[in-house]
């Protein structure tokens, strides 16, 4: 069984790791590079070092020349860029997707706005959150600081 970095080919971060027993295909979106224990070891230590960042396949590439060798020469063996040096500097500067905010349920958005609003009515409660007035009137008797 082989592990392959799974690369992000616009951005060309590596998103991932996969094990298989057969040679996954490369597509538009994708590229699996064949990795090595060294490699995967790099790999997992900067993303310990850099919990919130993708790697660059280059920042791994420099620090293992196994992946550098799979990344300049092709099935053939032939060098593509024999003279390849891979560039490492700023490219921590590149984020994961940002993680959705945790949601709020409706009951402790009332009650907080009650809470910094405390001359708001029926009316003022009513259209903040679209409800009717009877159950802003109930909001407000359960919230009310005064």
Not at 70 to 85: E, F, G, H, S, Y
């Amino acid at each position: 069984m082989s592990t392959y970095f799974v690369v992000n080919r616009p951005s060309n971060l590596i998103i991932g790791t996969v094990s298989t027993s057969y040679t996954p295909q490369d597509s538009k979106l994708k590229l699996f590079v064949l990795a090595n224990s060294k490699a995967l070891d790099a790999y997992y230590k900067w993303l310990k070092n850099n919990p919130e960042l993708c790697p660059d396949l280059g920042e791994i590439a420099a620090r293992s020349d196994y992946v550098a060798d799979r990344l300049i020469t092709n099935r053939k063996d032939k060098l593509q860029a024999p003279n390849a040096v891979f560039q490492t500097e700023n490219l921590n500067q590149r984020y994961r997707e940002s993680r959705p905010a945790p949601m709020v349920d409706r009951e402790t958005e009332i009650q907080n706005f009650i809470l910094r609003n405390p001359d708001a009515d029926v009316y003022d409660v009513a259209d903040e959150f679209l409800c009717g007035t009877t159950v802003a009137r109930a909001y407000l008797a359960k919230y009310s600081p005064t």
